[in-house]
């Protein structure tokens, strides 16, 4: 299960967990986020 979270750069990211957010912060910019996307 998917969480919706915004990152500092303003854009809605998917991750599993709220303690991958931190983690996985880079991979989300660059792979999972989209600013259109919840």
């Known amino acids: 299960m ?3 979270t915004m ?3 303003g854009y809605i ?3 599993k967990s709220t ?3 931190i983690q996985e ?4 910019i660059l792979q ?3 600013p ?3």
């Open 2 to 4: 998917f969480i919706a």
């Open 19 to 21: 303690n991958m957010i």
């Open 32 to 34: 999972r986020c989209n």
């Open 13 to 15: 990211c998917k991750t």
């Open 36 to 38: 259109y996307e919840a």
């Open 7 to 9: 990152n500092k750069h």
């Open 25 to 28: 912060q880079k991979l989300l």
